[in-house]
């Protein structure tokens, strides 16, 4: 039986945006809305969606960056909702996050060796003969050379300074990581080589990822399993092929047909949404996605669908099933 290493129950995170009288809020952007999956132990779980659908934010929670509003995170077995300070940094040996800009995500005064460090001194793992060995072995795992410990991040291509926030993110030996559009920021020719060094690191420390992306040829290459979110909400959950081969909710017929095909015969037709993304602030009614969606029916105005197990591996929430 497969062993469920994170659950997520009916996650909320709303952030006010307008304040009345006294200070209360009484406006919010409905940033995350109730958003419920699991993560099995060794998965590569991809998040998809466009901008601005929740998919960082939903991230940023499950690293502890930020406190739910409402809802149950679940690790190991353990409810981690609500964790002391002292819990957090527990729960940070076991879970760690690769970030979008490797530039932004390094302190630009601090050599590169040190920043690979600092978390073994911060736990207070290891002697320092041992703290250096060990970040010598992880530099050279990521492409890096030992030497190269010496230098900044600004004397690194983008790349490169990737590595270095990969190697940062092992050195606690972490079982899951979370990594937030890793290679977006990266020029093409780098990309494969950053996600087939995910892959190498996967296998050998028996890794857990949660990957989020907008670039579903990304998350087709590394994932296993995906879900998509629109708006705050997670609209369907399968299997890489079932959702590739066999896509169920509307949305995401409308992202699979948007990627690029090599083949210039090919005769897809792609499904152009109409309208822009409503706003979290003021969400629609029922199914959030009824005002773009080619096939809204008059119950999709009003009634939010169920979101519910429709075969062995593939959730949607959709009144077409």
């Keep these: 039986m497969t062993q469920s290493l994170l659950e997520i129950q009916q996650l909320k995170k709303?952030?006010?945006?307008?304040?009345?009288?006294?200070?209360?809020?009484?406006?919010?952007?409905?940033?995350?809305?109730?958003?419920?999956?699991?993560?099995?132990?060794?998965?590569?779980?991809?998040?998809?969606?466009?901008?601005?659908?929740?998919?960082?934010?939903?991230?940023?929670?499950?690293?502890?960056?930020?406190?739910?509003?409402d809802g149950d995170l679940w690790f190991k077995g353990k409810n981690i909702t609500n964790l002391s300070n002292s819990e957090k940094r527990k729960y940070s040996r076991d879970v760690q996050m690769v970030f979008q800009d490797p530039f932004a995500s390094l302190?630009?005064?601090?050599?590169?060796?040190?920043?690979?460090?600092?978390?073994l001194?911060?736990?207070?793992?290891?002697?320092?003969?041992?703290?250096?060995?060990?970040?010598?072995?992880?530099?050279?795992?990521?492409?890096?050379?030992?030497?190269?410990?010496?230098?900044?991040?600004?004397?690194?291509?983008?790349?490169?300074?990737?590595?270095?926030?990969?190697?940062?993110?092992?050195?606690?030996?972490?079982?899951?990581?979370?990594?937030?559009?890793?290679?977006?920021?990266?020029?093409?020719?780098?990309?494969?080589?950053?996600?087939?060094?995910l892959q190498d690191i996967r296998s050998e420390f028996n890794l857990?990822?949660?990957?989020?992306?907008?670039?579903?040829s990304v998350v087709k290459h590394i994932c296993n399993?995906?879900?998509?979110?629109?708006?705050?909400?997670m609209v369907e959950i399968a299997n890489k092929d079932s959702l590739f081969n066999q896509p169920k909710h509307p949305y995401t017929e409308a992202l699979l047909s948007s990627i690029p095909h090599p083949d210039p015969t090919d005769t897809r037709e792609k499904i152009i949404l109409k309208g822009d993304i409503p706003s979290p602030v003021n969400p629609p009614s029922g199914?959030?996605?009824?005002?773009?969606?080619?096939?809204?029916?008059p119950i999709c105005k009003t009634k939010e669908p169920e979101f519910r197990k429709i075969s062995s591996d593939q959730y949607v929430a959709c009144h077409l099933y």
């Design 208 to 216: 857990t990822y949660l990957f989020i992306s907008h670039d579903l």
């Design 121 to 197: 001194i911060v736990h207070n793992e290891l002697n320092k003969k041992d703290r250096k060995k060990r970040v010598g072995e992880l530099l050279e795992l990521v492409g890096l050379s030992e030497s190269q410990g010496e230098r900044y991040p600004h004397e690194f291509s983008g790349g490169q300074r990737q590595r270095v926030g990969i190697a940062r993110a092992l050195v606690l030996n972490p079982s899951f990581i979370i990594a937030d559009e890793p290679v977006s920021a990266l020029d093409v020719s780098i990309q494969s080589q950053i996600l087939n060094l």
């Design 14 to 69: 709303h952030f006010p945006v307008e304040k009345g009288f006294f200070g209360k809020a009484n406006s919010f952007v409905h940033a995350v809305d109730g958003v419920s999956f699991s993560i099995n132990k060794g998965d590569t779980f991809g998040m998809v969606g466009e901008s601005g659908c929740g998919k960082s934010t939903t991230g940023r929670l499950l690293m502890k960056l930020l406190d739910p509003t």
């Design 225 to 233: 399993k995906i879900g998509v979110m629109y708006l705050g909400k």
């Design 107 to 119: 302190n630009p005064r601090m050599k590169v060796k040190d920043l690979v460090m600092e978390p």
């Design 287 to 297: 199914c959030r996605f009824h005002t773009r969606c080619p096939y809204s029916m």
